[in-house]
Protein backbone atom coordinates (compact mmCIF):
# COMPACT_ATOMS: atom_id res chain seq x y z
CA UNK A 1 0.00 0.00 0.00
CA UNK A 2 0.82 3.59 0.08
CA UNK A 3 3.55 4.85 1.98
CA UNK A 4 1.94 5.60 5.74
CA UNK A 5 3.48 8.91 7.88
CA UNK A 6 5.50 8.07 10.96
CA UNK A 7 2.44 9.38 13.19
CA UNK A 8 -0.11 6.09 10.91
CA UNK A 9 2.26 3.93 11.79
CA UNK A 10 2.91 4.86 15.62
CA UNK A 11 -1.32 5.02 16.03
CA UNK A 12 -1.40 1.39 14.71
CA UNK A 13 1.28 0.35 16.75
CA UNK A 14 -0.30 1.35 19.74
CA UNK A 15 -3.66 -0.14 18.74
CA UNK A 16 -2.01 -3.55 18.52
CA UNK A 17 -0.06 -3.01 21.66
CA UNK A 18 -3.07 -2.08 24.07
CA UNK A 19 -5.14 -5.17 22.25
CA UNK A 20 -5.88 -8.43 24.29
CA UNK A 21 -6.48 -10.15 20.92
CA UNK A 22 -5.08 -10.08 17.56
CA UNK A 23 -6.99 -11.15 14.20
CA UNK A 24 -4.97 -11.36 11.35
CA UNK A 25 -6.39 -11.85 7.98
CA UNK A 26 -3.98 -12.84 5.18
CA UNK A 27 -3.96 -13.46 1.57
CA UNK A 28 -1.97 -15.34 -1.43
CA UNK A 29 0.76 -12.19 -1.44
CA UNK A 30 1.29 -13.14 2.23
CA UNK A 31 3.10 -16.37 0.69
CA UNK A 32 5.41 -14.76 -1.87
CA UNK A 33 8.69 -14.09 0.26
CA UNK A 34 9.07 -17.25 1.20
CA UNK A 35 9.47 -18.49 -2.26
CA UNK A 36 5.69 -19.55 -3.47
CA UNK A 37 4.45 -18.72 -7.14
CA UNK A 38 2.48 -16.13 -8.09
CA UNK A 39 -0.20 -16.66 -10.04
CA UNK A 40 -2.00 -13.42 -10.93
CA UNK A 41 -2.27 -13.15 -14.57
CA UNK A 42 -1.73 -15.44 -17.13
CA UNK A 43 1.79 -14.78 -17.36
CA UNK A 44 2.68 -15.38 -13.22
CA UNK A 45 1.06 -18.54 -13.65
CA UNK A 46 2.44 -19.97 -16.97
CA UNK A 47 5.75 -18.71 -15.72
CA UNK A 48 5.00 -21.10 -12.61
CA UNK A 49 3.56 -23.96 -15.10
CA UNK A 50 5.23 -23.37 -18.26
CA UNK A 51 3.96 -26.79 -19.57
CA UNK A 52 0.41 -25.37 -18.88
CA UNK A 53 1.21 -22.32 -20.52
CA UNK A 54 2.61 -24.49 -23.75
CA UNK A 55 -0.81 -25.36 -24.06
CA UNK A 56 -2.76 -22.27 -23.62
CA UNK A 57 -4.40 -23.24 -20.39
CA UNK A 58 -5.19 -20.84 -17.69
CA UNK A 59 -5.01 -21.26 -14.28
CA UNK A 60 -9.02 -21.04 -13.50
CA UNK A 61 -9.33 -24.20 -16.29
CA UNK A 62 -6.77 -26.24 -14.41
CA UNK A 63 -8.39 -24.43 -10.74
CA UNK A 64 -11.36 -26.67 -11.19
CA UNK A 65 -13.36 -29.76 -9.89
CA UNK A 66 -13.96 -30.39 -13.64
CA UNK A 67 -10.45 -30.78 -14.23
CA UNK A 68 -10.15 -34.09 -11.73
CA UNK A 69 -13.22 -35.79 -14.18
CA UNK A 70 -11.82 -34.79 -17.39
CA UNK A 71 -7.81 -35.62 -16.87
CA UNK A 72 -7.31 -36.74 -13.19
CA UNK A 73 -3.27 -37.14 -13.98
CA UNK A 74 -3.00 -33.64 -15.37
CA UNK A 75 -5.25 -31.79 -12.47
CA UNK A 76 -3.11 -34.00 -9.85
CA UNK A 77 0.49 -32.97 -11.86
CA UNK A 78 -0.67 -29.31 -10.92
CA UNK A 79 -2.07 -29.83 -7.22
CA UNK A 80 0.25 -32.64 -6.59
CA UNK A 81 3.69 -30.23 -7.69
CA UNK A 82 1.91 -27.46 -5.58
CA UNK A 83 1.64 -29.54 -2.51
CA UNK A 84 5.14 -30.52 -2.56
CA UNK A 85 6.24 -27.06 -3.02
CA UNK A 86 3.92 -25.93 0.16
CA UNK A 87 5.50 -29.19 2.02
CA UNK A 88 9.28 -28.03 1.35
CA UNK A 89 8.81 -24.56 2.21
CA UNK A 90 10.04 -22.80 5.49
CA UNK A 91 7.53 -19.63 6.17
CA UNK A 92 9.63 -16.69 6.24
CA UNK A 93 10.69 -14.67 9.39
CA UNK A 94 7.06 -12.34 8.96
CA UNK A 95 4.87 -15.46 9.30
CA UNK A 96 7.13 -15.87 13.27
CA UNK A 97 6.97 -12.01 13.87
CA UNK A 98 2.76 -12.83 13.36
CA UNK A 99 3.72 -16.30 15.94
CA UNK A 100 5.62 -13.82 18.46
CA UNK A 101 2.82 -11.49 18.68
CA UNK A 102 0.55 -14.67 19.23
CA UNK A 103 2.81 -15.78 22.32
CA UNK A 104 2.49 -11.97 23.94
CA UNK A 105 -0.81 -11.52 23.68
CA UNK A 106 -3.28 -12.21 27.03
CA UNK A 107 -6.14 -13.28 24.91
CA UNK A 108 -3.81 -14.87 21.75
CA UNK A 109 -4.03 -14.55 18.22
CA UNK A 110 -6.69 -15.71 15.38
CA UNK A 111 -5.44 -15.91 11.79
CA UNK A 112 -8.05 -15.36 8.68
CA UNK A 113 -6.64 -16.59 5.42
CA UNK A 114 -7.72 -17.56 1.75
CA UNK A 115 -4.43 -19.53 1.41
CA UNK A 116 -4.34 -22.67 1.32
CA UNK A 117 -0.75 -23.63 1.70
CA UNK A 118 -0.72 -23.91 5.38
CA UNK A 119 2.25 -21.43 5.90
CA UNK A 120 0.63 -20.76 8.95
CA UNK A 121 0.77 -23.84 10.43
CA UNK A 122 3.91 -24.33 9.23
CA UNK A 123 4.78 -21.06 11.48
CA UNK A 124 3.72 -23.13 14.93
CA UNK A 125 0.31 -21.81 14.45
CA UNK A 126 -2.52 -24.81 15.58
CA UNK A 127 -5.20 -25.84 13.92
CA UNK A 128 -7.62 -24.05 15.86
CA UNK A 129 -6.19 -20.89 15.67
CA UNK A 130 -6.40 -20.51 12.10
CA UNK A 131 -9.43 -20.07 9.60
CA UNK A 132 -9.05 -21.09 5.64
CA UNK A 133 -12.27 -19.87 4.56
CA UNK A 134 -10.83 -21.58 0.84
CA UNK A 135 -9.95 -24.61 2.81
CA UNK A 136 -6.26 -26.95 2.61
CA UNK A 137 -4.31 -27.88 0.25
CA UNK A 138 -3.33 -30.71 2.93
CA UNK A 139 -7.21 -32.23 3.21
CA UNK A 140 -8.34 -34.28 0.65
CA UNK A 141 -12.13 -35.07 -0.15
CA UNK A 142 -14.07 -37.15 -3.05
CA UNK A 143 -14.13 -35.64 -6.19
CA UNK A 144 -17.71 -36.82 -6.76
CA UNK A 145 -18.52 -35.58 -3.74
CA UNK A 146 -20.00 -38.94 -2.50
CA UNK A 147 -20.33 -37.83 1.05
CA UNK A 148 -19.18 -35.15 3.54
CA UNK A 149 -16.15 -36.64 4.64
CA UNK A 150 -12.68 -34.62 4.34
CA UNK A 151 -9.53 -36.99 5.33
CA UNK A 152 -5.84 -35.33 5.81
CA UNK A 153 -3.23 -35.67 2.40
CA UNK A 154 -0.56 -36.97 4.93
CA UNK A 155 -0.15 -40.41 3.29
CA UNK A 156 0.05 -39.49 -0.80
CA UNK A 157 3.07 -38.39 -2.20
CA UNK A 158 2.80 -37.51 -5.50
CA UNK A 159 5.11 -37.88 -8.29
CA UNK A 160 4.83 -35.07 -10.85
CA UNK A 161 6.71 -34.98 -14.82
CA UNK A 162 7.65 -31.53 -14.44
CA UNK A 163 8.21 -31.15 -18.22
CA UNK A 164 4.12 -32.00 -18.27
CA UNK A 165 2.91 -31.11 -14.96
CA UNK A 166 1.27 -34.50 -15.11
CA UNK A 167 1.16 -36.94 -12.16
CA UNK A 168 2.81 -40.03 -13.35
CA UNK A 169 1.82 -42.08 -10.04
CA UNK A 170 -1.56 -42.97 -8.59
CA UNK A 171 -3.63 -40.48 -7.62
CA UNK A 172 -5.42 -40.60 -4.27
CA UNK A 173 -8.25 -42.80 -3.93
CA UNK A 174 -11.60 -42.45 -1.74
CA UNK A 175 -11.77 -45.95 -0.24
CA UNK A 176 -15.68 -45.83 0.07
CA UNK A 177 -16.45 -45.25 -3.69
CA UNK A 178 -13.49 -45.62 -5.53
CA UNK A 179 -13.80 -42.00 -7.02
CA UNK A 180 -10.57 -40.23 -7.69
CA UNK A 181 -9.67 -37.60 -4.44
CA UNK A 182 -9.34 -33.96 -4.90
CA UNK A 183 -7.55 -31.69 -2.51
CA UNK A 184 -10.45 -30.00 -0.33
CA UNK A 185 -9.96 -26.53 -1.70
CA UNK A 186 -12.99 -24.03 -3.27
CA UNK A 187 -11.77 -24.11 -6.97
CA UNK A 188 -13.59 -22.18 -9.57
CA UNK A 189 -17.03 -23.04 -10.38
CA UNK A 190 -16.87 -25.40 -7.50
CA UNK A 191 -19.84 -26.71 -6.67
CA UNK A 192 -18.78 -29.91 -4.70
CA UNK A 193 -16.19 -28.39 -2.37
CA UNK A 194 -17.25 -29.62 0.90
CA UNK A 195 -17.02 -26.77 3.62
CA UNK A 196 -17.83 -28.58 6.59
CA UNK A 197 -13.82 -28.30 8.01
CA UNK A 198 -13.62 -24.39 7.22
CA UNK A 199 -17.22 -23.70 8.85
CA UNK A 200 -16.37 -25.60 11.90
CA UNK A 201 -12.96 -23.50 12.05
CA UNK A 202 -15.60 -20.24 11.21
CA UNK A 203 -17.81 -21.19 14.02
CA UNK A 204 -14.59 -21.49 15.94
CA UNK A 205 -13.13 -18.15 15.46
CA UNK A 206 -16.90 -16.22 16.15
CA UNK A 207 -16.86 -18.33 19.49
CA UNK A 208 -13.33 -16.59 19.98
CA UNK A 209 -14.19 -12.93 18.62
CA UNK A 210 -17.33 -13.27 21.02
CA UNK A 211 -15.00 -13.51 24.02
CA UNK A 212 -12.54 -11.12 23.12
CA UNK A 213 -12.18 -7.95 24.98
CA UNK A 214 -10.17 -5.59 23.37
CA UNK A 215 -9.81 -6.86 19.30
CA UNK A 216 -7.50 -5.42 16.64
CA UNK A 217 -8.14 -6.73 13.01
CA UNK A 218 -5.09 -6.09 10.71
CA UNK A 219 -5.46 -7.17 6.71
CA UNK A 220 -1.89 -7.79 5.48
CA UNK A 221 -1.96 -6.48 1.47
CA UNK A 222 -6.11 -6.06 1.37
CA UNK A 223 -7.52 -3.96 -1.49
CA UNK A 224 -11.37 -3.86 -1.98
CA UNK A 225 -12.63 -3.06 -5.89
CA UNK A 226 -16.72 -3.11 -6.08
CA UNK A 227 -18.07 -3.39 -9.17
CA UNK A 228 -21.58 -2.74 -10.81
CA UNK A 229 -23.17 -2.43 -13.95
CA UNK A 230 -24.80 1.24 -13.69
CA UNK A 231 -23.16 4.48 -13.55
CA UNK A 232 -26.42 5.82 -11.06
CA UNK A 233 -24.88 2.87 -8.84
CA UNK A 234 -21.33 3.74 -9.30
CA UNK A 235 -21.99 7.44 -8.48
CA UNK A 236 -24.23 6.27 -5.23
CA UNK A 237 -21.27 4.07 -4.12
CA UNK A 238 -18.83 7.01 -4.14
CA UNK A 239 -21.01 8.79 -1.96
CA UNK A 240 -22.29 6.50 0.60
CA UNK A 241 -17.96 6.12 1.55
CA UNK A 242 -17.98 10.35 1.14
CA UNK A 243 -20.78 10.28 3.05
CA UNK A 244 -19.17 8.33 6.35
CA UNK A 245 -15.28 9.86 5.58
CA UNK A 246 -14.10 6.82 3.77
CA UNK A 247 -11.99 7.54 0.46
CA UNK A 248 -12.88 5.86 -2.12
CA UNK A 249 -11.56 5.88 -5.71
CA UNK A 250 -13.60 5.89 -8.81
CA UNK A 251 -12.24 5.00 -11.87
CA UNK A 252 -12.86 7.22 -14.93
CA UNK A 253 -11.67 4.24 -17.86
CA UNK A 254 -11.08 0.88 -18.12
CA UNK A 255 -7.26 2.10 -18.60
CA UNK A 256 -7.46 4.30 -15.56
CA UNK A 257 -8.91 0.81 -13.71
CA UNK A 258 -5.83 -1.00 -15.16
CA UNK A 259 -3.05 1.45 -13.82
CA UNK A 260 -4.48 2.10 -10.45
CA UNK A 261 -4.96 -2.16 -10.41
CA UNK A 262 -1.23 -2.04 -10.99
CA UNK A 263 -0.45 0.45 -8.37
CA UNK A 264 -0.08 0.42 -4.36
CA UNK A 265 -1.95 4.13 -4.23
CA UNK A 266 -5.53 3.14 -3.68
CA UNK A 267 -6.86 0.28 -1.61
CA UNK A 268 -10.21 0.99 -1.93
CA UNK A 269 -12.19 1.78 -5.67
CA UNK A 270 -14.92 1.51 -7.64
CA UNK A 271 -15.79 0.76 -11.27
CA UNK A 272 -18.36 -0.42 -13.86
CA UNK A 273 -17.99 -3.83 -15.15
CA UNK A 274 -18.00 -1.96 -18.41
CA UNK A 275 -14.45 -0.75 -17.55
CA UNK A 276 -13.22 -4.51 -17.87
CA UNK A 277 -14.45 -4.05 -21.86
CA UNK A 278 -11.55 -1.64 -22.79
CA UNK A 279 -11.45 2.04 -22.42
CA UNK A 280 -13.72 3.36 -22.78
CA UNK A 281 -16.49 5.19 -19.81
CA UNK A 282 -19.47 4.03 -21.89
CA UNK A 283 -22.13 1.42 -20.50
CA UNK A 284 -22.34 0.27 -23.96
CA UNK A 285 -19.49 -1.06 -25.20
CA UNK A 286 -20.11 -3.80 -27.32
CA UNK A 287 -19.14 -7.29 -27.63
CA UNK A 288 -16.08 -6.62 -30.40
CA UNK A 289 -14.46 -4.02 -27.33
CA UNK A 290 -14.57 -7.01 -24.85
CA UNK A 291 -13.39 -9.32 -27.16
CA UNK A 292 -10.31 -7.22 -27.43
CA UNK A 293 -9.47 -6.30 -24.27
CA UNK A 294 -10.09 -10.31 -22.91
CA UNK A 295 -7.32 -11.26 -25.79
CA UNK A 296 -5.14 -8.26 -24.89
CA UNK A 297 -4.61 -8.62 -21.54
CA UNK A 298 -3.09 -12.42 -21.71
CA UNK A 299 -0.50 -11.38 -22.69
CA UNK A 300 -0.19 -7.93 -20.38
CA UNK A 301 3.54 -6.30 -20.56
CA UNK A 302 3.91 -5.33 -16.83
CA UNK A 303 0.76 -5.94 -15.41
CA UNK A 304 0.22 -7.23 -11.88
CA UNK A 305 -2.42 -6.54 -9.39
CA UNK A 306 -0.57 -5.37 -6.33
CA UNK A 307 -1.97 -6.54 -3.04
CA UNK A 308 -4.37 -9.18 -2.30
CA UNK A 309 -8.12 -8.32 -3.94
CA UNK A 310 -11.22 -8.56 -2.89
CA UNK A 311 -13.81 -7.82 -5.36
CA UNK A 312 -17.63 -7.21 -4.51
CA UNK A 313 -19.80 -7.15 -7.33
CA UNK A 314 -23.19 -5.39 -6.70
CA UNK A 315 -26.07 -6.88 -8.91
CA UNK A 316 -24.40 -9.43 -10.10
CA UNK A 317 -27.37 -11.51 -11.75
CA UNK A 318 -26.88 -9.02 -14.76
CA UNK A 319 -23.62 -8.77 -17.40
CA UNK A 320 -21.46 -10.41 -15.09
CA UNK A 321 -22.01 -13.61 -16.14
CA UNK A 322 -20.89 -13.00 -20.05
CA UNK A 323 -18.07 -11.73 -21.44
CA UNK A 324 -17.16 -8.80 -19.24
CA UNK A 325 -17.32 -11.35 -16.19
CA UNK A 326 -14.99 -13.41 -18.29
CA UNK A 327 -12.42 -10.46 -18.95
CA UNK A 328 -12.51 -9.21 -14.85
CA UNK A 329 -11.19 -13.59 -13.97
CA UNK A 330 -9.15 -13.03 -16.45
CA UNK A 331 -7.72 -9.96 -15.56
CA UNK A 332 -8.16 -10.78 -11.85
CA UNK A 333 -7.59 -14.43 -11.81
CA UNK A 334 -6.62 -14.41 -8.03
CA UNK A 335 -9.04 -12.26 -6.75
CA UNK A 336 -11.72 -13.01 -4.13
CA UNK A 337 -15.13 -12.61 -6.13
CA UNK A 338 -18.31 -11.93 -3.76
CA UNK A 339 -21.44 -11.20 -5.81
CA UNK A 340 -24.70 -9.98 -4.41
CA UNK A 341 -28.28 -10.37 -6.08
CA UNK A 342 -31.85 -10.12 -5.68
CA UNK A 343 -32.37 -11.81 -8.67
CA UNK A 344 -30.32 -15.31 -8.33
CA UNK A 345 -31.50 -16.90 -11.68
CA UNK A 346 -30.53 -15.30 -14.74
CA UNK A 347 -32.31 -15.99 -18.49
CA UNK A 348 -32.01 -19.06 -19.93
CA UNK A 349 -29.15 -18.91 -22.36
CA UNK A 350 -26.73 -17.69 -19.48
CA UNK A 351 -25.29 -19.18 -16.20
CA UNK A 352 -27.24 -18.42 -12.92
CA UNK A 353 -25.10 -16.18 -10.45
CA UNK A 354 -24.36 -19.53 -8.11
CA UNK A 355 -22.69 -21.06 -11.15
CA UNK A 356 -20.54 -18.13 -11.23
CA UNK A 357 -19.81 -17.25 -8.12
CA UNK A 358 -20.25 -20.16 -6.14
CA UNK A 359 -22.17 -20.78 -3.14
CA UNK A 360 -24.39 -18.80 -1.29
CA UNK A 361 -22.74 -17.07 2.00
CA UNK A 362 -26.28 -15.53 2.90
CA UNK A 363 -29.39 -15.30 1.65
CA UNK A 364 -32.08 -12.94 2.68
CA UNK A 365 -35.18 -14.15 1.19
CA UNK A 366 -38.40 -12.20 0.44
CA UNK A 367 -40.68 -13.88 2.80
CA UNK A 368 -38.60 -13.21 5.62
CA UNK A 369 -38.00 -9.45 4.83
CA UNK A 370 -42.12 -8.81 4.28
CA UNK A 371 -42.37 -10.86 8.25
CA UNK A 372 -39.60 -7.80 9.48
CA UNK A 373 -41.51 -5.11 7.90
CA UNK A 374 -38.65 -4.20 5.73
CA UNK A 375 -40.45 -4.40 2.31
CA UNK A 376 -44.01 -4.83 1.10
CA UNK A 377 -45.52 -7.85 0.22
CA UNK A 378 -46.49 -8.38 -3.52
CA UNK A 379 -49.74 -9.59 -4.32
CA UNK A 380 -51.42 -9.78 -7.95
CA UNK A 381 -54.73 -9.84 -8.89
CA UNK A 382 -56.07 -11.78 -12.11
CA UNK A 383 -58.76 -9.49 -14.37
CA UNK A 384 -60.30 -9.53 -17.70
CA UNK A 385 -59.69 -6.31 -19.33
CA UNK A 386 -62.27 -5.75 -22.43
CA UNK A 387 -59.79 -4.79 -25.70
CA UNK A 388 -61.67 -4.03 -28.40
CA UNK A 389 -60.76 -3.23 -31.76
CA UNK A 390 -62.27 -0.15 -32.95
CA UNK A 391 -61.33 0.77 -36.91
CA UNK A 392 -61.02 -2.49 -38.46
CA UNK A 393 -60.42 -0.91 -41.84
CA UNK A 394 -57.42 0.84 -40.35
CA UNK A 395 -56.22 -2.40 -39.53
CA UNK A 396 -56.69 -3.65 -42.89
CA UNK A 397 -55.11 -1.06 -44.34
CA UNK A 398 -52.07 -1.73 -42.20
CA UNK A 399 -51.89 -5.21 -43.34
CA UNK A 400 -51.93 -4.60 -46.94
CA UNK A 401 -49.28 -2.23 -46.53
CA UNK A 402 -46.97 -4.34 -44.26
CA UNK A 403 -47.41 -7.95 -46.74
CA UNK A 404 -47.07 -6.31 -50.14
CA UNK A 405 -44.91 -8.35 -51.73
CA UNK A 406 -46.27 -11.73 -50.40
CA UNK A 407 -48.29 -14.44 -52.66
CA UNK A 408 -52.15 -14.92 -51.87
CA UNK A 409 -51.59 -18.10 -49.28
CA UNK A 410 -49.06 -16.40 -47.03
CA UNK A 411 -51.31 -13.45 -46.60
CA UNK A 412 -54.33 -15.88 -45.82
CA UNK A 413 -51.86 -17.45 -43.47
CA UNK A 414 -51.42 -14.47 -41.83
CA UNK A 415 -54.71 -13.54 -41.33
CA UNK A 416 -55.65 -16.82 -39.69
CA UNK A 417 -53.22 -16.15 -37.22
CA UNK A 418 -54.45 -12.70 -36.76
CA UNK A 419 -58.21 -13.92 -36.42
CA UNK A 420 -56.79 -16.69 -33.62
CA UNK A 421 -55.40 -13.64 -32.01
CA UNK A 422 -58.16 -11.64 -32.40
CA UNK A 423 -60.62 -14.05 -30.93
CA UNK A 424 -58.05 -14.61 -27.80
CA UNK A 425 -57.84 -10.69 -27.35
CA UNK A 426 -61.55 -9.91 -27.60
CA UNK A 427 -63.26 -9.82 -23.87
CA UNK A 428 -65.86 -12.45 -24.46
CA UNK A 429 -64.27 -14.34 -27.27
CA UNK A 430 -61.31 -14.51 -24.68
CA UNK A 431 -63.86 -16.23 -21.91
CA UNK A 432 -64.90 -18.44 -24.14
CA UNK A 433 -61.45 -19.75 -25.11
CA UNK A 434 -60.52 -20.82 -21.84
CA UNK A 435 -64.19 -21.90 -21.33
CA UNK A 436 -63.09 -24.39 -23.77
CA UNK A 437 -59.45 -24.78 -22.71
CA UNK A 438 -60.65 -26.01 -19.01
CA UNK A 439 -63.42 -28.49 -20.75
CA UNK A 440 -61.04 -29.69 -22.57
CA UNK A 441 -58.61 -30.62 -19.84
CA UNK A 442 -61.36 -31.51 -17.30
CA UNK A 443 -62.35 -34.98 -18.86
CA UNK A 444 -59.50 -36.56 -18.64
CA UNK A 445 -58.62 -35.49 -15.09
CA UNK A 446 -62.12 -37.21 -14.40
CA UNK A 447 -61.18 -40.50 -16.42
CA UNK A 448 -58.33 -40.66 -14.06
CA UNK A 449 -59.24 -39.84 -10.12
CA UNK A 450 -63.84 -41.44 -10.81
CA UNK A 451 -62.16 -45.19 -10.37
CA UNK A 452 -59.82 -44.29 -8.19
CA UNK A 453 -62.22 -42.61 -5.52
CA UNK A 454 -64.85 -45.27 -7.05
CA UNK A 455 -67.20 -42.26 -7.74
CA UNK A 456 -68.77 -41.30 -10.72
CA UNK A 457 -70.58 -37.76 -11.45
CA UNK A 458 -73.78 -37.31 -13.24
CA UNK A 459 -73.26 -33.76 -14.49
CA UNK A 460 -70.28 -31.27 -14.53
CA UNK A 461 -69.84 -27.59 -16.06
CA UNK A 462 -67.36 -24.77 -15.94
CA UNK A 463 -68.82 -21.03 -14.16
CA UNK A 464 -67.24 -18.00 -13.40
CA UNK A 465 -67.24 -18.14 -9.06
CA UNK A 466 -66.36 -15.60 -7.20
CA UNK A 467 -65.19 -17.01 -3.85
CA UNK A 468 -64.58 -21.03 -4.81
CA UNK A 469 -62.74 -22.73 -6.95
CA UNK A 470 -65.23 -26.09 -7.07
CA UNK A 471 -68.53 -27.03 -5.67
CA UNK A 472 -69.67 -30.32 -5.13
CA UNK A 473 -73.93 -31.35 -4.83
CA UNK A 474 -73.25 -34.53 -3.35
CA UNK A 475 -77.13 -35.39 -3.64
CA UNK A 476 -77.14 -34.47 -7.35
CA UNK A 477 -73.71 -35.80 -7.66
CA UNK A 478 -73.42 -32.21 -9.91
CA UNK A 479 -69.60 -31.07 -9.77
CA UNK A 480 -69.27 -27.37 -10.71
CA UNK A 481 -65.46 -26.24 -11.67
CA UNK A 482 -64.38 -22.34 -11.43
CA UNK A 483 -63.37 -20.69 -15.11
CA UNK A 484 -60.38 -18.88 -13.59
CA UNK A 485 -58.72 -22.72 -13.00
CA UNK A 486 -58.22 -21.69 -16.94
CA UNK A 487 -55.11 -19.81 -16.03
CA UNK A 488 -53.61 -21.66 -13.55
CA UNK A 489 -51.20 -24.87 -13.84
CA UNK A 490 -52.15 -28.27 -14.63
CA UNK A 491 -51.03 -29.55 -11.14
CA UNK A 492 -53.70 -26.97 -9.27
CA UNK A 493 -56.80 -27.85 -12.03
CA UNK A 494 -55.68 -31.34 -10.84
CA UNK A 495 -56.33 -30.55 -7.06
CA UNK A 496 -59.82 -29.15 -7.75
CA UNK A 497 -60.77 -32.08 -9.33
CA UNK A 498 -59.85 -34.28 -6.43
CA UNK A 499 -60.70 -32.09 -3.97
CA UNK A 500 -64.86 -32.37 -5.75
CA UNK A 501 -64.53 -36.06 -6.25
CA UNK A 502 -63.72 -36.24 -2.49
CA UNK A 503 -66.31 -34.68 -1.43
CA UNK A 504 -68.60 -37.34 -3.14
CA UNK A 505 -67.10 -39.45 -0.82
CA UNK A 506 -66.83 -37.12 2.53
CA UNK A 507 -69.55 -33.81 2.18
CA UNK A 508 -67.22 -32.22 4.88
CA UNK A 509 -63.37 -31.12 5.74
CA UNK A 510 -63.23 -33.67 8.00
CA UNK A 511 -60.38 -36.55 9.10
CA UNK A 512 -61.84 -38.57 6.77
CA UNK A 513 -61.51 -36.27 3.97
CA UNK A 514 -58.44 -35.51 4.69
CA UNK A 515 -57.01 -39.08 4.33
CA UNK A 516 -58.76 -39.49 0.96
CA UNK A 517 -56.89 -36.59 -0.30
CA UNK A 518 -53.77 -38.07 1.41
CA UNK A 519 -54.03 -41.40 -0.05
CA UNK A 520 -54.95 -39.69 -3.42
CA UNK A 521 -52.75 -36.69 -3.65
CA UNK A 522 -50.27 -36.49 -1.18
CA UNK A 523 -48.87 -33.15 -2.74
CA UNK A 524 -52.54 -31.37 -2.37
CA UNK A 525 -51.75 -29.09 0.31
CA UNK A 526 -48.84 -27.34 -2.04
CA UNK A 527 -51.41 -27.10 -4.97
CA UNK A 528 -54.01 -25.47 -2.56
CA UNK A 529 -50.97 -22.96 -1.47
CA UNK A 530 -50.70 -22.36 -4.69
CA UNK A 531 -54.20 -21.62 -5.31
CA UNK A 532 -54.22 -19.57 -1.72
CA UNK A 533 -52.38 -16.54 -3.13
CA UNK A 534 -54.59 -15.61 -5.63
CA UNK A 535 -57.96 -13.71 -4.57
CA UNK A 536 -60.19 -16.39 -5.61
CA UNK A 537 -58.63 -18.98 -3.19
CA UNK A 538 -60.30 -18.49 0.09
CA UNK A 539 -61.19 -21.84 2.02
CA UNK A 540 -62.93 -22.51 5.53
CA UNK A 541 -62.04 -26.16 5.97
CA UNK A 542 -64.34 -25.76 9.20
CA UNK A 543 -67.58 -25.48 7.12
CA UNK A 544 -69.03 -27.30 4.48
CA UNK A 545 -68.33 -27.27 1.16
Not at 194 to 201: C, G, P, W, Y
Not at 203 to 229: C, H, N, Q, S, Y
Not at 275 to 283: H, L, S, T
Amino acid sequence: MADMDHTTIQHVANLIEDADALVVAAGAGMGIDSGLPDFRGPGGFWAAYPSLGGRGLEFYEVANPRAFEADPALAWGFYGHRLALYRNTTPHADFGIVKSRDDRMFQGCRVFTSNVDGQFQGAGFSDDAITECHGSIHHLQCSRPCCGDVWLAADFAPAVDDETCTLVNDPPLWPWCGAVARPNIMMFGDMGWIDRRSKRQEADLRRWVDKATRIVVIELGARVLIITDRTELDEQIEKVFLGVNEQIYRTKSGADLIDKLNRTEESLLCSLVHKFGGAGDDEDDGDKGTQAFIEAIKKPPDFKVKGDLHVFVDECHRTQSGDLHKAMRALLPNAVFIGFTDTPLLKADKQKSIEVFGRYIHTYKFDQAVREGVVLDLRYEARDIDQKLTITAKIDEWFEAKTKGLNDLAKAQLKQKWGTMQRVLSSQDRLRWHRAQLKALIPPLLDKWQPVLEVQVAAWGVKAMKTKWGSCNAAARRVWFNLELAKKPMQCIEYIVVHELAHLVERRHDDRFIGLMDACLPSWRQQRELLNRSPLAHEDWNSEQ
